[in-house]
């Protein structure tokens, strides 16, 4: 039998779509055959029950009294070394250049060369961390000591090329939905339950930060809901709610408007939706636009940093110009008054999900990169048992 990798994987395990997609490629890995440990502060909100070939090392900070503030990194980066020394890990997977990947590169020095260290940018280490002339050494230290690095999307990668004058090779890794998760609900009865009717159903999913644009989302709605009546379904939580919340009163849309919160069941969620709003005016990939495809949602968002690789305009969605919510509200209404159209998006949506952004693809590149970066070649897959 072939001998399976030994994962060590480090993500932000809270809401965010990092942390979601390191999760769920832990499991693929762990479910593969391969042993994956989690080394963070606390549990991946993602990882739910007892998974076989999963473990998960807890990362707790002394608080000495010569420390200002506790000393997160240099525990975290001690916590990799000794996981990686007593499970004999082959491969560090860091999700993020700070703190993790400079983290991981200590970790390494303490160990030896023969613990490799992956690095997947998500976009906020390079879009807004690394604009900070303070961290950008840091970062390209992170980045250029990592044994392989990838990136969620090609702007991603160009953006980091240009920003940090890194010439190194990142390797495209596209972020992922796992189709026997994601795909169309049934959602009758929940319409039902809710009181939509025949209404139609907006909806926009984020953390609600300035960069989400969140305001574009109800001024798109605001038009969409003048011509054919509609609900604006919005989940999640953050520091503009709010300033949306005064907005939508302002407009005298209270009633149409329906703040749901954090939810788990994301694919259940999204199944209500006919039409996802993501105007972001920064986006490295947009995780929540391809899990609404992949229920057969489409998206109607800017043409904004990665959006543009996952939603093929006029296809599988439509793109407009950052801010420019007539465009938006007019392609939405085009699409709900055209079932003929709807239809052949919402099937475009899910063909794309599950062939272009599948879990075996995206599971498949990964290990190619652990396997390269170690110098063992790929064990070829085990015969089909008829």
């Known amino acids: 039998m072939d001998k399976m ?128 002339e303070s961290l950008k050494d840091l970062i390209r230290l992170a980045i250029n000591e990592s044994d392989a690095v990838t990136a969620v999307s090609k702007d991603l990668i160009r953006e980091t090329h240009e920003l940090l004058d890194i010439t190194r090779d990142i390797d495209l890794t596209y972020n992922f939905v796992d189709k026997r998760v994601y795909y169309p609900r049934e959602t009758a009865q929940l319409c039902e339950d809710f009181g939509f009717g025949d209404d139609r159903i907006i909806m926009h999913i984020s953390n609600f930060r300035p960069v989400k644009r969140v305001g574009d989302v109800v001024d798109t709605f605001a038009r969409i809901n003048a011509e054919i009546p509609s609900r604006l379904l919005f989940v999640g939580e953050g520091p503009d709610l709010p300033k949306i919340q005064w907005q939508i009163q302002e407009l005298g849309l209270t009633d149409r408007v329906h703040f749901l919160g954090k939810q788990d069941d994301i694919p259940q969620v999204i199944s209500l939706a006919d039409i996802l709003m993501l105007p972001s005016e920064k986006e490295s990939f947009g995780l929540v636009a391809l899990e609404a495809m992949a229920c057969g949602v489409p998206t109607i968002g800017s043409q904004a940093g990665g959006i543009p690789e996952l939603v093929i305009h006029g296809e599988t969605g439509y793109l407009a110009q950052i801010g420019d919510t007539e465009a938006m509200a007019g392609y939405a209404l085009q699409l709900l008054r055209d079932p003929v159209l709807m239809q052949r998006v919402r099937e475009q949506c899910i063909q794309r999900a599950q062939t272009e952004f599948s879990n075996e693809a995206m599971l498949n590149k990964y290990e190619q990169i652990y396997y390269r970066v170690l110098g063992r070649e790929m064990p070829k897959p085990s015969p089909v048992q008829g």
């Open 5 to 132: 990798l030994k994962i060590g994987i480090t993500c932000y395990p809270s809401l965010g779509g990092s942390g979601v997609v390191a999760t769920e490629l832990g499991k693929l890995l762990a479910e593969k055959g391969h042993e994956v440990h989690f080394i963070s502060h606390s549990v991946p909100f993602r990882l739910g029950t007892f998974h076989k070939n999963i473990f998960y090392h807890e990362v707790e900070v002394n608080d000495y009294y010569v420390f200002k503030y506790p000393p997160y990194d240099l525990t975290l980066a001690n916590k990799m070394a000794q996981v990686a020394k007593m499970q004999q890990l082959d491969v560090l997977h860091v999700h993020y250049a700070v703190p993790h990947a400079v983290c991981a590169f200590l970790a390494k020095q303490m160990i030896g060369d023969h613990l490799k260290v992956v690095t997947t940018l998500h976009g906020t280490d390079i879009t807004v961390l690394a604009q900070d």
